[in-house]
């Protein structure tokens, strides 16, 4: 009878196939002992994702030590790498020798194996022992007996069964009550609390009732009740004079509170009340629709014959005589020796010394994303104005110093500056001007190979001349 073996060839002998076993030893003592039981590439490395983990210096992280080339084992021997090989029926050979007759790839020898090889690796601290030897027949999984183990009625306890039942049921029937229940609940505690809080809107719809048909020969008495129906027109006021009433200079007209208060009656009404025919004076409001004619406005109230004042017809005029006045408040002073000063008097600020401040050189670590260009744009956009404010303190004391300063410092990896210092002037602008760049920050410099956040050197020097 024929059968077929891990390789893939058929075999007439029924025998089982030879896999790799491989042993691990660090110092002395053996750490980890497989067998390769499928045809697969057995890699080492310091990489948890080798098939062998071995924390060893000198050791690459991921290295192919027994790559599988259709389906045979070949073996990769790195040069630090010493040991012997042997083959059945056949001497024992060192590495070195091995090596003499190797393919060379690089760091590494590949050397072919058989599936009667073995051999011993060794690398520092690490040996490795690995032969082919017959798959030994894979063990089921121990199982207890029947018997002991029973079914899966007998590992259900019957007391929390009971339990278990009665409280889902209790939760089903109180979820089937909750939902059957008529969930709108007028005479609850927050409807009628709103109700007291806050008053129902209320709306008043009148409609008006369909108007009657009229019958014949009563089309006199219905025109009757219509004009008794009908507001009695009011009594129009009277205006005084031709020219309407007469000022006396202080802004309300001569006469009576009594009159007074009649007038306004009378022309509340005459503003609200239409006149005769449909058509009325100044109180004819309903007319004066917006967007609506002005000049034929204009005409209704000249043909109703009211008389237009100024005031609003109610006896009242402007205050005072109406002739233009000089005021007599008083304007800014502009007579004084220093020119235009406030209206309080006080005299503008005199304006003290002021300087230049110039680039003339500038330095810069190149190995990083951070370039001096960056950081004197930086310096001239955000912080220049401090350092001019240093210049200028000193210059009261010393109208006509000038020179250069050497600006030193470090930019960290968050992107604030460390190690600030300034020198080459007077000892007064070099310690203003380092205390402002402890404050001074910059993008966080980069190195360009690996993109990882690193520290970046620059010198910038600066020219400082008085105006």
Same mark, same amino acid.
């Given at each position: 009878?024929s059968t =077929?073996?891990?390789?893939?060839?058929?075999?007439?002998?029924?025998?089982?196939p030879?896999?790799?076993?491989?042993?691990?030893?660090?110092?002395?003592?053996?750490?980890?002992?497989?067998?390769?039981r499928?045809?697969?590439?057995?890699?080492?490395?310091q =990489?948890?994702?080798?098939?062998?983990?071995?924390?060893?210096?000198g050791?690459?992280?991921?290295?192919?030590?027994?790559?599988?080339?259709d389906?045979?084992?070949k073996?990769n021997?790195?040069? &630090?790498?010493?040991g012997?090989?042997s083959?059945?029926?056949? &001497?024992?050979?060192?590495?070195?020798q091995?090596?003499?007759?190797?393919?060379?790839?690089?760091?590494?020898?590949t050397?072919?194996?058989?599936?009667?090889?073995?051999?011993?690796?060794?690398?520092?601290?690490?040996? !490795?022992?690995?032969?082919?030897?017959?798959?030994?027949?894979?063990?089921?999984k121990?199982?207890?007996?029947?018997s002991v183990?029973?079914? /899966?009625a007998?590992?259900?306890d019957?007391?929390? =069964?009971?339990?278990?039942?009665i *409280?889902?049921?209790?939760?089903?029937t109180?979820?089937?009550?909750?939902?059957r229940?008529?969930?709108?609940?007028?005479?609850?505690i927050a409807?009628?609390?709103?109700?007291?809080t806050?008053?129902?809107?209320?709306?008043?719809?009148?409609?008006?009732?369909?108007?009657?048909?009229?019958?014949?020969? %009563? #089309?006199t008495e219905?025109a009757?009740?219509?004009?008794?129906?009908?507001?009695a $027109?009011?009594?129009?006021p009277?205006?005084?004079?031709?020219?309407?009433p007469?000022?006396?200079?202080?802004g309300?007209s001569?006469?009576s509170?009594?009159?007074?208060a009649?007038? #306004? !009656?009378?022309f509340?009404?005459?503003?609200?009340? *239409?006149?005769e025919?449909g058509?009325?004076?100044?109180?004819d409001?309903?007319r004066? #629709?917006p967007?609506?004619d002005?000049? =034929?406005? /204009?005409?209704?109230?000249?043909?109703s014959?009211r008389?237009?004042g100024i005031?609003?017809?109610?006896?009242?005029? %402007?205050?005072?005589?109406?002739?233009?006045?000089?005021g007599?408040?008083?304007?800014?002073?502009?007579d004084?020796?220093?020119?235009?000063?406030?209206?309080?008097?006080?005299? &503008?600020?005199?304006?003290g010394?002021?300087g230049?401040? *110039?680039?003339?050189? $500038?330095?810069?670590?190149?190995?990083?994303?951070?370039?001096?260009?960056?950081?004197?744009?930086? /310096?001239?956009? #955000?912080?220049?104005?401090?350092l001019?404010?240093?210049?200028k303190?000193?210059?009261?004391?010393?109208?006509?110093?000038?020179g250069?300063?050497?600006?030193?410092?470090?930019?960290n990896?968050?992107?604030?500056?460390?190690?600030?210092?300034?020198?080459?002037?007077?000892?007064?602008?070099?310690?203003?001007?380092?205390g402002?760049?402890? %404050?001074?920050?910059?993008?966080v410099?980069?190195?360009?190979?690996?993109?990882?956040?690193?520290?970046a050197s620059f010198? !910038?020097?600066?020219?400082l001349?008085p105006?």
């Amino acid at each position: 009878m024929s059968t =077929s073996n891990r390789n893939g060839t058929g075999s007439s002998t029924g025998a089982r196939p030879r896999i790799l076993r491989i042993g691990i030893l660090l110092g002395g003592k053996i750490v980890e002992e497989r067998l390769i039981r499928d045809r697969s590439t057995v890699t080492i490395g310091q =990489s948890v994702k080798n098939t062998f983990s071995v924390p060893l210096d000198g050791l690459p992280l991921e290295f192919p030590l027994f790559p599988a080339v259709d389906h045979q084992y070949k073996l990769n021997v790195l040069k &630090g790498m010493d040991g012997r090989l042997s083959e059945s029926g056949g &001497g024992v050979q060192l590495l070195e020798q091995a090596k003499a007759s190797a393919e060379h790839h690089g760091d590494y020898y590949t050397l072919p194996l058989s599936e009667h090889s073995r051999g011993k690796l060794t690398l520092g601290d690490l040996t !490795i022992l690995f032969q082919f030897v017959v798959e030994p027949p894979i063990q089921p999984k121990p199982m207890l007996p029947a018997s002991v183990r029973g079914s /899966i009625a007998d590992r259900i306890d019957p007391r929390l =069964s009971v339990i278990l039942a009665i *409280s889902i049921i209790s939760h089903f029937t109180i979820v089937l009550i909750a939902w059957r229940m008529d969930p709108e609940v007028d005479d609850g505690i927050a409807e009628r609390a709103y109700n007291l809080t806050f008053k129902p809107e209320t709306y008043n719809i009148e409609v008006e009732p369909p108007p009657q048909p009229q019958q014949n020969g %009563t #089309a006199t008495e219905a025109a009757g009740k219509k004009d008794e129906a009908k507001p009695a $027109k009011p009594e129009q006021p009277k205006s005084g004079g031709s020219g309407g009433p007469k000022n006396d200079g202080g802004g309300s007209s001569k006469g009576s509170g009594a009159a007074a208060a009649e007038e #306004a !009656i009378a022309f509340a009404n005459a503003l609200t009340v *239409s006149g005769e025919g449909g058509v009325g004076g100044l109180g004819d409001m309903g007319r004066r #629709a917006p967007g609506g004619d002005l000049s =034929s406005e /204009i005409t209704e109230v000249n043909e109703s014959g009211r008389t237009v004042g100024i005031g609003g017809g109610t006896g009242r005029g %402007t205050r005072g005589d109406g002739d233009p006045r000089v005021g007599t408040g008083g304007g800014p002073r502009v007579d004084g020796p220093g020119g235009t000063t406030s209206a309080g008097g006080g005299k &503008g600020e005199e304006k003290g010394p002021a300087g230049r401040i *110039s680039v003339s050189d $500038k330095e810069g670590d190149v190995t990083n994303t951070l370039t001096p260009d960056e950081v004197l744009r930086k /310096i001239q956009a #955000a912080y220049m104005a401090g350092l001019k404010r240093c210049y200028k303190e000193h210059l009261k004391t010393d109208p006509t110093a000038r020179g250069g300063v050497q600006l030193t410092f470090t930019v960290n990896e968050t992107g604030r500056t460390v190690g600030g210092r300034a020198k080459g002037f007077a000892s007064s602008v070099d310690t203003c001007i380092t205390g402002l760049m402890s %404050t001074w920050r910059f993008a966080v410099p980069k190195d360009k190979d690996d993109g990882e956040p690193a520290e970046a050197s620059f010198s !910038i020097k600066l020219q400082l001349v008085p105006d």
